[in-house]
């Protein structure tokens, strides 16, 4: 029996070979290929069946209806230079055929469930990189843009590259457009504490009255908080200072050596809780309302969970927003998380390296954030910009997107280990926070807890996890997008939607199931419910700040400005 050509062999033979005998060598090394993989017989032939049965049917298409495009419904093959190439087009219905199968023989692969979704996710990855609208040569979108341009369209991507790479990052807006505190984060305030963590922004009131009971607010400190503070349009801050709050902002530090040896406790008592201290010193407050969005809300949980072992309860109110108190459910990372890959990193830059410590870079967490969702956040500027030589359009949230922030490598290896690979903050007691012992049930105060219901960095059900672990009133609001579309959903767009229920049972997909729709944001139904919980109204101050903690510079500060 003729042995099938490999792959490789298919793809180099002569342009004038005959076409059916490629055909059937192409299959049949998809099909030997099918052979060496260790897969239930029984799945194996019927994958091997369906797909000669499709392959059959593109090629029959391609060859009965010469001049006539094969229908290809994906988005990065819909453009007419696709369906009015007919070789284009019979390429990209046998990549995506080519790519449903791998990708359902990744499925089928013998074993535990994590390693599966490894294979699929290395799998999807590879697929991605490799489709036809990814090259030059296969692309006829950019071939014609080419010979439109008289190549003017490539040296202009080129140039693009270099760019690119004298920056560091890959441009996903044209960055040239925006600027920390002249059109991004432009809501008026003045910073009047700051140490080596952070920066405490105080906004201006925009209402003669403001609530008694200040809010502060603790951003992630992965990325910089004014994703909370893009454009006056879509700010999240003055949205709540509008409605009458005392807003309190937490302006993290991006990381540099001299931070190289801080850790988790540090976050905790020198970042949150000295935050805190402050905005009741200013305001004289006993309790404050609060509020932490990502990791923010996991540091302001554990910051009130060491406040309430010590017999404290400084929040009359919490809101988290895509946050996880229970890290059991942690989507697609969790693939990138194990023993190995954490000791790792505790070896090159954790409290017991050879420096005693390091950073992890921001942009090597750009990168996994970016390829959690390729097509849409690498490959598509890959084609756009490097190929087509296009610039892409600004955009605020993506400018923010590409502004990364490192971490100090003991923190990050301690939130690493006692997070996603241990879930031990879940835990009463298990885990040690500034000495105490870390129990979220002992917070009293009323919990708001918001999840997105597409997130694939904080799954909505893992938000939703956070009712069970909390012991004060809550209530628990599911808005749609994703992790960030879905949180800065300002009510004026009239976009999206977010789902209720009066009840919180036990499990996530039961509170959905009697979940009632509402269209718009999400947002009036937190100002509603914080309004509650902030105490009386009062006069608003004249001045930021108080005697001890005067303005040191106007909003939004130093911090925010330094690059990774």
Request: charged letters at 20%.
């Amino acid at each position: 029996m003729k042995q099938s050509a490999t792959p490789r062999a298919a793809a180099q033979r002569r342009p004038d070979a005959d076409p059916a005998q490629a055909f059937g060598e192409h299959v049949g090394a998809a099909v030997d290929a099918f052979a060496r993989l260790n897969l239930p017989i029984q799945e194996l032939s019927q994958l091997q069946s369906e797909y000669l049965k499709e392959a059959s049917r593109i090629w029959n298409t391609a060859v009965s209806q010469p001049g006539q495009p094969v229908a290809v419904a994906d988005r990065r093959f819909t453009a007419s230079d696709w369906a009015d190439n007919p070789a284009a087009s019979y390429t990209a219905a046998m990549y995506l055929l080519n790519a449903r199968t791998m990708l359902k023989m990744a499925d089928s692969v013998q074993g535990d469930e994590k390693t599966r979704q490894r294979i699929r996710f290395a799998v999807q990855q590879w697929l991605d990189a490799s489709a036809p609208s990814n090259f030059l040569a296969c692309n006829p979108e950019v071939l014609r843009k080419a010979l439109e341009t008289k190549g003017e369209s490539i040296a202009q991507g080129v140039l693009h590259l270099l760019n690119d790479l004298q920056q560091g990052h890959m441009s996903q807006t044209d960055e040239s457009v925006f600027e920390v505190g002249r059109n991004m984060a432009t809501t008026e305030g003045s910073v009047i504490f700051e140490n080596q963590l952070f920066q405490l922004i105080e906004y201006r009131p925009l209402t003669r009255q403001v609530y008694e009971r200040p809010l502060l607010v603790v951003p992630p400190c992965i990325n910089k908080f004014y994703i909370l503070d893009l454009q006056p349009e879509n700010s999240f801050i003055r949205h709540a200072v509008e409605q009458g709050q005392r807003v309190f902002l937490v302006s993290w530090r991006n990381a540099d050596e001299s931070m190289a040896q801080i850790g988790w406790d540090e976050y905790i008592d020198d970042g949150v809780i000295r935050a805190i201290r402050v905005v009741q010193e200013v305001a004289k407050a006993k309790q404050i309302s609060t509020l932490g969005f990502c990791i923010g809300g996991t540091l302001l949980g554990t910051a009130l969970a060491v406040l309430a072992a010590r017999g404290e309860q400084p929040a009359a109110s919490l809101t988290l927003l895509t946050s996880f108190l229970d890290f059991a459910n942690t989507g697609v990372i969790d693939l990138f998380i194990d023993e190995a890959a954490v000791q790792m990193r505790e070896m090159a830059i954790g409290p017991n390296s050879p420096m005693k410590g390091g950073l992890l870079r921001g942009s090597e967490l750009a990168t996994t954030f970016s390829f959690l969702r390729p097509n849409d956040l690498v490959w598509n500027y890959v084609v756009g910009n490097y190929l087509k030589g296009e610039t892409p359009p600004p955009f605020d949230l993506l400018y923010w997107n590409s502004d990364s922030t490192n971490l100090p490598g003991p923190m990050f290896c301690w939130y690493l280990r006692n997070t996603y690979l241990e879930n031990n903050l879940k835990e009463p007691g298990k885990t040690v926070v500034c000495g105490e012992p870390v129990d979220f049930g002992r917070i009293e105060a009323p919990a708001f807890i918001y999840g997105s219901r597409d997130d694939h960095i904080v799954p909505w059900d893992a938000a939703y996890a956070s009712t069970r672990l909390l012991k004060g009133k809550k209530r628990f609001v599911l808005g749609a997008s994703g992790h960030i579309a879905g949180v800065i959903n300002p009510p004026a767009k009239k976009k999206r939607s977010y789902w209720t229920h009066a009840k919180l049972p036990a499990r996530a997909q039961e509170w959905l199931a009697g979940a009632v729709e509402h269209p718009g944001s999400w947002w009036p139904e937190w100002t509603e419910w914080i309004k509650n919980h902030s105490g009386k109204q009062i006069a608003a101050p004249r001045a930021p700040g108080n005697r001890i903690h005067q303005a040191i510079e106007p909003a939004p500060g130093r911090y925010v400005k330094q690059k990774a």
